[in-house]
């Protein structure tokens, strides 16, 4: 348990999310006064049972936001975003807009610490390359990568101009019980036998297991050199995709996948790309086939986190809840 966070009021945006989820209760247990932010009502119904105080809100609704904030809030943990679909302007609007308003208005009212939860997309398609937190950042046609981007450069504006402490932090692929994208979906296509095995699955995964990014959140809202840095959340590699994705065919089992070599996957992104503006294939192309790595070294050298969770327990715990789930 980590003493510092108890009793501290801790404001934490997409609660209801599988990330915010999973944080919420995480801080209920470490003694902390949470409040839930809930958009669509009753959503945080089941938290309100177990104790947690729940208010409505919507990060675009600024007046409301600043009512929420004056609450007494001492840490803000901004875990919701627009992660994809239409209309491409709500990447501006939820994740760029209002991540800039939310810290002027935690700045205002006196916020002790502002986590805010970006993601290893704003590297973009780095192909081989590594990649740590000092490499600059540049746009890349990914609606949601870029929109990660310029959030990041909002909150470092609003800091510089306020003095607001913030702590940026950028998951990877994050798996584990309620994942929609990297357990649910990855169970779903290995069960239909159509999990992308390109080039052999040889490209490198950036996973971690949600109960070590908490462990990652929970550090930066308190650890004192924690402010003004940027952490990559990625659980210890290298891993490759055949190893994550392989986890999950193991769990059917099956050998069958989607397997094709890279040039011929290159070819079809390349074909398909003027007709599917709205997703930027090359990216997809690296997130599948790169080899480059994304360094961790900065959360264990300046914070001492340690991803407790490795790989194959994580998705032991995965298989648990995905089989009590009904999904396999």
């Known amino acids: 348990m980590l003493e510092e966070l108890v009793g501290k009021r801790v404001l934490v945006t997409g609660a209801t999310g599988f990330i915010g989820g999973h944080l919420t209760r995480r801080l209920h247990m470490e003694g902390a006064q949470v409040l839930a932010l809930e958009r669509t009502p009753g959503k945080a119904a089941s938290m309100a049972r177990q104790g947690i105080e729940v208010v409505q809100g ?32 709500a990447f501006e609007k939820v994740n760029v807009a209002a991540t800039r308003h939310l810290a002027q208005a935690s700045a205002s009212a006196g916020v002790e610490r502002f986590i ?22 540049r746009v890349y046609g990914n609606p949601y990568g870029d929109s990660k981007i310029r959030a990041e450069e909002a909150l470092r504006q609003v800091a510089l101009q306020t003095n607001l402490p913030y702590v ?5 692929m994050v798996y584990g019980p309620g994942s929609p994208g990297w357990t649910v979906r990855m169970a779903q296509w ?33 650890h004192p050199r924690a402010v003004g840095e940027v952490f990559n959340g990625v659980d210890d590699g290298p891993v490759t995709m055949a190893d994550f994705l392989g986890g999950y065919m193991q769990m059917i089992p099956t050998q069958r996948a989607i397997r094709l070599p890279g040039w011929a996957f290159r070819a079809m992104m390349s074909l398909a790309a003027p007709f599917v503006r709205r997703i930027n294939l090359r990216y997809i192309a690296n997130m599948v086939m790169g080899r480059g790595l994304v360094s961790n070294r900065k959360a264990k050298e300046l914070l001492g986190w340690r991803p407790a969770v490795p790989l194959a327990e994580g998705l032991h715990r995965s298989e ?5 789930q009904g999904i396999l």
């Open 116 to 137: 805010f939860v970006s993601s290893v997309a704003v590297y973009g398609p780095h192909g081989d390359a590594d990649v740590d937190e000092s490499i600059p950042l």
């Open 320 to 324: 648990v809840w995905l089989r009590e």
């Open 168 to 172: 940026i932090v950028r998951p990877g």
């Open 190 to 222: 290995a069960k239909a036998r159509l999990l992308p095995l390109i080039d052999g699955g040889r490209g490198t995964a950036y996973p971690i297991y949600i109960d070590n990014l908490i462990d990652l959140l929970l550090l930066c809202a308190v």
């Open 58 to 89: 919507d990060i675009t609704d600024y007046p409301r936001m600043e009512a929420v904030l004056q609450d007494r809030v001492q840490i803000v943990i901004h875990a919701a975003a627009w992660l994809h679909g239409c209309p491409l302007s």
